[in-house]
C-alpha cells in the first residue's frame, strides 16, 4: 500500500514542472513576404515591441502592413495587437506542455483550469469509489484506481491535443483519490487499537517521499512526454498486488462472510509467526443484523451529523490551504526543483511526528492545535513586509508543516469517527469536501488583484475556525472502531 502512495506523488503534482515559464514572442512571418532575408533581431525590432523593461513583449505585435520593408523600417510601426499566428519559442526548449500546446497568454489559463479539472476527478473518484468500496470491498477498488492511474497516465503522454489530455487527467485524478480511499480503510481495518494510527501515517509519509522523488525526477527529464511516461508507468511494476493484497477482514465481516474473514486472520498471523488459538477464532462469529448504512444516517443521525459537517469543513480547509501554500512555491524565490524537494521533506517530519502526537495527545487536540497552528501563521504572513523573504518562507514551511499534520491527522480521525458499515462514505464525503477546497483553491489566488493580503488572510482563517470547531468532536484514542451506526448513536459522544 505505501508504493501505492508513494507513485500517486507524480500526478499530483507532476503537471506543475511541465507548465513552467518559457519565453516567447508573437510568431510575425508575415514581414517575410516583403524581406525574405531578415536575420531574427531584425525580425523582432521590426514586429515586436518592447515593454516598460526594455524586452519584447510576449502577448503583443505590431500590426501586419502593405509596406515596403524600407517604408517599414524608416517610419516604423505602432499599432500592436495580440498574437494572430501563433507564437515562436527558442529552438533550444525542450518539450513542454506550454510549448507542445501554446499555453501562454490568453491560453495561460488553460493550465490553471485543467488543474481545477484534475482535482474534479478527485472528486468524482470520491463519489464514486468511497460508496463502491463500502459495497464490493476495498481490494477491488485499490487493484482497480491502480490500473486506471497507470493506463491513463501513460496514456496522456500521446494526447494530440491539451483537451483530450485533461480529459485523461481528470480519470487519474478519480483513480487517485480510490487509492487514498482504499488504502486508507484498509490501513485502519487491519491492525489494533494502539497502532492504528501508523499504517495510515506511514502511507503519508511515503507521499511525502514521492514529492520529493518527482523533483528528482523532473530536474532529469524535462521533455513533458517521457517525464509523463516515466512517472505514470511505475505503477505497473504493482501487479503483484493482485496476489498479496488482502481484503478487509472486518469488512467481511460486516458483509458476513465470516470463514473468508477467518482465514484472512489466519493468513495473516502466519505471515507475523503466530498463532491463533481455535476457540479465540471460533469467537469470531456474525453479530445481530442490522440496517446497512447508507449516506443519509450521516445527516439523519445528531451525532454523526456534528461528525460529518465538523470533519467535512476540516478536510476542505486541509486542501485549500495545503494547494494554496503549494502553488505559491514560486514566492519563495529559489529554484523550482530545490522548492519542491524542501515542501516535500518539510512534511516527512510533520507526518511522521503524528503517529507519536496522537498517542501522547489524542486526535481531538493534534487535529484542532496544527490547525489552529497552520491558520496563525498565513495569518502572520500578511503583516510581514515583502523586503523580509526570508522570514515569509520560514513561516510557509512552518504553516505547510502544520497543515500537512493536520491532513494526516485528518485521515485517521475520520476513519476512526465513522462507524464501519458507513465508514468508506463518510470519508469519501470528506475526501469530496476536500476536493472542493481543491478546485477552490487557484481562484483564491486571484483575489490578490484587489489587494495581496486577501488570499493569505482566507488561507488563515479558516484553518482557525477549523481548528475551534475540532475541539467539539469526541476522542477516539485507545477506543474500539464503530461497526454499526447504532453504536454511534448509544456511545458516550
Known sequence: ??????????????????????????????????????????????????????????????????????????????????????????????????????????????????????????LLGAVVF????????????????????????????FVPNFYVYVILRCLVGAAVSGIFIGVLALGTEWVGVPYRSHPVIITQCCFSIGQMVLAGLAYGVRNWRLLQIAGSAPVFCLFFYIWVLPESARWLMTKEKVKEAKNLLQKAASVNRRTIPPELLEQLTLEKKVKSGNIL?????????????????????????YYGLSLNVGSFGLDIYLTQLVFGAVEIPARFACIFLLQWFGRKKCQGCFLLLGGATCLIITCIPKDLPVVVTTLAVIGKFAIAASFSISYVYSAELFPTIIRQTGVGLCSMSSRVGGIISPLIGLLDKYHPAIPMVIFGSTPVTAGILCFLLPETCGKELQDHTEEAKESQW
Open 297 to 321: 444516517d450521516l445527516f439523519l443521525k445528531k451525532r454523526l451529523r456534528k461528525v460529518t459537517l465538523v470533519m467535512a469543513y476540516a478536510w476542505f480547509v486541509n486542501s485549500l490551504v
Open 1 to 122: 500500500m505505501d508504493l501505492a502512495n508513494f507513485l500517486t506523488a507524480f500526478p499530483m503534482f507532476g503537471q506543475v514542472f511541465m507548465v513552467l515559464d518559457v519565453p516567447h514572442h508573437c510568431k510575425t512571418s508575415w514581414i517575410y513576404a516583403i524581406s525574405p532575408n531578415l536575420t531574427e533581431e531584425q525580425l523582432l525590432n521590426l514586429t515586436i515591441p518592447r515593454n516598460t523593461q526594455g524586452s519584447y513583449e510576449e502577448c503583443l505585435m505590431y500590426t501586419p502592413v502593405n509596406w515596403d520593408i524600407d517604408s517599414v523600417v524608416e517610419y516604423g510601426l505602432n499599432v500592436t495587437k495580440k498574437c494572430q499566428e501563433g507564437w515562436v519559442y527558442s529552438s533550444e526548449q525542450t518539450p513542454t506542455l506550454v510549448t507542445q500546446f501554446d499555453l501562454v497568454c490568453d491560453r495561460k489559463e488553460l493550465n490553471d483550469i485543467s488543474q481545477s479539472i484534475y482535482m474534479l476527478g478527485l
Open 130 to 157: 468511497g460508496s463502491l468500496s463500502d459495497r464490493i470491498g476495498r481490494r477491488p477498488i485499490i487493484l482497480l484506481s491502480m490500473l486506471v492511474m497507470g493506463t491513463f497516465g501513460v496514456g496522456a503522454a
